[in-house]
């Protein structure tokens, strides 16, 4: 039942949908939470939850597309609990959706550097603290790092997400000498807020099609999209040592979404 009691976890965007469910998914299980995150105020409820469910969780107010915040919280994580076994990288934005050419360089940075430069940092310096024993470290990428399944405008956001799949197997082969597993999911739709930070204007809204909305029917084995628990379930698996075996693979979480 709680096969990781002890066990000292990250979680990167965990005031909200995945990572939210992520994060009290694995302290039922007896991890003790590091929750980062820029909404400050909703990873406290989430801290609130976990306390309140008697586990043990701290706050850590962290863009993680900043190199100095993100080495900073990752110390104050270590100092802390001493060790770190298990990082998941997942804070995510959909950024600008919008055609190729009214997409500007500033809204290409914006996605790529919260996206996928925030998972080259979050795992360089997570890699020091792991060396010695080992961990388990998952990213979060998307079906969409394959081909684009949200419709049109999104060449930025399946542009990191395709990035992160090839940088987390690149981490798998390079960190295996020291025990260190690195996984990447591609889940399909799933239920969050993500669409809420999507950022586009009108112009756009005419010539693309938007993926806010998630319809009905989209996922062969659901009637809509997943929900982020179940997601959490395959984070538990990936943090724990049932999946002690497996490294550098892509796990797809989409209720087929993919073949379709
Ligand atoms: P969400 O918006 O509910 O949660 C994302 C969290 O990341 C938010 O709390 C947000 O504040 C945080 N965040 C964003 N930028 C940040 C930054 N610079 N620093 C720190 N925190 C930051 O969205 P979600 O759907 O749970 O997304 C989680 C991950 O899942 C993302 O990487 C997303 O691309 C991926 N994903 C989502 C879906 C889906 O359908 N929801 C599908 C495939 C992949």
């Not at 110390?75 to 076994?85: A, F, I, M, T």
């Not at 080259?120 to 998307?142: D, E, Q, R, W, Y």
């Not at 798998?172 to 807020?193: D, F, H, S, W």
């Not at 989209?218 to 490294?247: K, Y």
Request: hydrophobic share 40%; aromatic share 6%; net charge negative.
């Amino acid at each position: 039942k709680h096969t990781l009691e002890n066990k000292v976890a990250i979680v990167t965007g965990a005031a909200s949908g995945i990572g939210k469910a992520a994060a009290l998914r694995l302290a039922k299980s007896g991890a003790k939470l590091a929750l980062i995150d820029l909404k400050e105020e909703n990873a406290a409820t989430v801290k609130k939850e976990i306390e309140n469910d008697g586990g043990e969780a701290i706050v850590l107010d962290t863009d993680v597309s900043n190199p100095q915040e993100v080495e900073a919280s990752i110390q104050e994580v270590v100092e802390r609990w001493g060790s770190l076994d298990f990082v998941f990288a997942n804070a995510g934005i959909n950024g600008r959706v919008a055609p190729i050419e009214d997409l500007t360089a500033d809204d290409w940075d914006q996605t790529l550097t919260t996206n996928l430069k925030s998972t080259f940092l979050t795992v360089k310096f997570a890699i020091p603290h792991m060396k010695n024993h080992g961990g388990s470290i998952v990213i979060t990428s998307s079906i969409n790092g394959n081909r684009t399944f949200s419709g049109f405008g999104m060449s930025a956001y399946s542009s990191s997400k395709a990035g992160q799949m090839a940088f987390g197997k690149m981490a798998a082969l390079e960190l295996a000498e020291y025990q260190i597993r690195v996984n990447i999911i591609c889940p399909g739709a799933i239920k969050t807020n993500i669409g809420e930070n999507t950022f586009s204007d009108q112009n756009n809204l005419n010539k693309v099609e938007i993926p806010i909305e998630y319809p009905e029917g989209n996922q062969p084995l659901e009637h809509g999209a997943g929900s982020p628990e179940q997601v959490a379930d395959l984070i538990h698996f990936l943090a724990s040592d049932e999946s002690s075996h497996i490294t550098g693979t892509e796990l797809y979480i989409d209720g087929a979404e993919s073949l379709l």
